[in-house]
């Protein structure tokens, strides 16, 4: 089993930054995978970005370019910092772990910070 702890959300304003983190507790030494979903109500949840444990990194729709991703491994903790808000960035972000099996992968989710973006 793998616990995930988010924290750094909060209120600012457009093209303002914040910077969001996730500490992992558990098992792992079996995380392949972490990374950042977001969802706002009525929609479905999607990847942000992730990071491999061999170190690839990934930005997925239009955050790439305002969003990095990294990690500390002594700490367990992943983060995001999020440059350039947008009100589109708006959402609930979630911590993600992903353990990668043959024709199966597990996900583990923190319970999420929210993110809003307003003037």
């Known amino acids: 089993q793998v616990q995930l702890v988010e924290s750094g959300g909060g209120l600012v304003q457009p093209g303002e930054s914040l910077r969001l983190s996730c500490t992992a507790s558990g098992s792992i030494s079996s995380i392949d995978v972490m990374g950042w979903y977001r969802q706002t109500p009525g929609k479905q949840r999607e990847l942000v970005a992730d990071?491999?444990?061999?170190?690839?990194?990934n930005y997925y729709h239009s955050v790439k370019g305002r969003f990095t991703i990294s990690r500390d491994g002594a700490k367990n903790t992943v983060y995001l910092q999020m440059g350039s808000l947008q009100p589109a960035d708006t959402a609930v972000y979630y911590c993600?772990?992903?353990?990668?099996?043959?024709?199966?992968?597990?996900?583990?989710w923190g319970e999420g910070t929210q993110v809003t973006v307003s003037s």
């Open positions: 993600n772990a992903r353990r990668i099996f043959i024709g199966n992968v597990e996900h583990y």
């Open positions: 990071i491999t444990s061999s170190g690839s990194i």
